[in-house]
């Protein structure tokens, strides 16, 4: 445990945390918790601290409870926000806090977006779906339930937020660590969300955070509250109807959102069969809106966008492992251009790009995502010669690039999430050993993917 400063009265904020962390400004509060903003000098990084009033009457159970708090910021998902630390401050003996620190996410909540903007369109409810769902799933998985979605405990990441909207679950784990009873389960801001079964009274489970997910994302869709209404209102509501669904809603999105606000938990589906069905919803609304050749899409591409996104790489910078493989492949194979790239549902987004300046390509003018779409090498002896890539933006930039091949990254279950491709200046016919060769490079590829992901998961059982 450890004790913050003196404070010059009561209720003001600490001033340093754990001899390390500088507390600022209050950046939200709650009916348990209050948010600061605060500092981080040894890692030069700003952070969130939330602060909480612990509920022990022992030494022995406030010791417990700072272990549970320790290891829930050992969890680490991409869907969750990053705990860096946890702990006790015990300054004041009559009044223990357990203390959080977390990343401090450049954006807004979900509940902030909806009010100050507009409901999410089905594709960003798709994206966001599918975020949410692996992240409680981990959560899950590691033996805690949430107990308190909302939508102010979705953040939202400020980047592309108009489109691919990314989305992360906030306090994961808070009910195990502070007790149920100090989760406010009957008030009047976490009512709205709870399900059927604990408004009977009943435990939480975790088709319970499953029910509670639904309806946040279903407001996200038509920026109503499902059941709004004092508390009363609210519980009688959901024990005695379904949600609304707006009647525009896609049937696939409309079934899934269904499903999981059923009344009785065994008849919502499990998570993994969520996030899968919300990778169906976004396939559907991108194709209807013309956006992508239904030609493109594999036969199983909810699947495969699934293993994409458990990569978490789409969201990031170009990447020096990636640069390195791109120019062994330009060596090897004697080439001016390699690329390595990962195919999203519309778009082919270049990792690495050794002898071209693109970063993203539309799915339906790529070249290099052709081997996605047939899971197997693609050779083409003079690009320039052939309409069918007239309108790539690569060839147009350069038309010198005529000679062409791409394997595809496929990942150990057999998904193709991307392709290693490159161009020669020549009319040029790769063989079976080049491909080869260009086919164990990519390899190396998928590897260096499984090893972060593998590590990551680590990470938490550490």
Known sequence: MTNLPPRSGPGDPPQLLAGRYVIGEVIGSGGRAVVYGASDPALQREVAVKVFRAKASTTAELRLQEAEARLIAGMNHYALTTLF??????????????????????????????EAHAPLSSEQVA?????????????????FLHRDIKPA?????????TTRIRGKLADFGIASVIGIQEMGATTTGTAAYISPEQARGEPPTTASDIYSLGLVLLESLSGQVAFPGDIHQTVAARLRDDPWIPPETSSVLRSILRRMTARRPDERPGLDEVALEFQRSLVQDIVDSGRVDREQITENEHRRLAAVRRYNI?????????????HLAGRLLDVPVALLSIVDTDREWFKSSRGADISEVDRN????????????????????????FRLNPLLQQDRSLHGFASVPLVT??????GTLCVFDREVRLFGPTELDDLGQLAAVAVRELDLRLASRRAAFDR
Do not use: W
């Not at 790529?366 to 081997?371: E, R």
């Open 365 to 388: 003018v790529a070249i290099c995502s052709i081997s996605v779409t047939q899971g197997i090498p693609f050779v083409v002896p003079d690009v320039q010669a052939d309409p069918a």
């Open 314 to 326: 789409l969201d990031t910078p170009p990447d020096e492992a990636f640069d390195r493989i791109t």
């Open 153 to 161: 405990n979705v953040l939202l990441a400020d980047r592309r937020i």
């Open 412 to 417: 150990a279950d057999g998904y193709v999430i």
């Open 127 to 143: 994206y966001l779906g599918f975020d949410l769902a692996e992240g409680l799933q981990y959560v899950h998985e590691h033996g």
């Open 85 to 114: 630390d946890a702990g006790v401050d015990n300054s004041d003996p009559s009044n223990p806090r357990i203390y959080l620190v977390m990343e401090r996410i450049p954006g807004v909540d979900l509940k902030r977006h909806v």
